[in-house]
């Protein structure tokens, strides 16, 4: 193998990884696009735990007033509840 035939072979070998690369690039960003344009619903398990979420904050509002209040009040509101 001569020096010229050595360049061309390297020559060669740049182009072919070159375009496999573009096509590569290609479609990953028509994978990005696909992706991009499907509409981001959320699902009935996301909802399900937002929902959830919303009542643990409702609960933690709840002991934070009677961690916070004083203990006779407290007392008095759970006997209250026993009561109902």
Do not use: C, H
């Amino acid at each position: 193998m001569n020096f010229y035939t050595a360049i061309v072979l390297i020559v060669l070998i740049m182009a072919i990884t070159g375009m496999w690369g573009s096509r590569s690039k290609r479609k990953s960003r028509e994978v990005e696009q696909q992706q991009s344009q499907q509409p981001a619903l959320p699902s009935e398990r996301e909802t399900e735990l937002e929902e959830e979420v919303v009542n643990l904050r409702e609960r933690v509002k709840v002991l934070e007033r009677i961690a916070t209040d004083p203990a006779r009040r407290t007392a008095e509101e759970i006997e209250k509840l026993r009561d109902e």
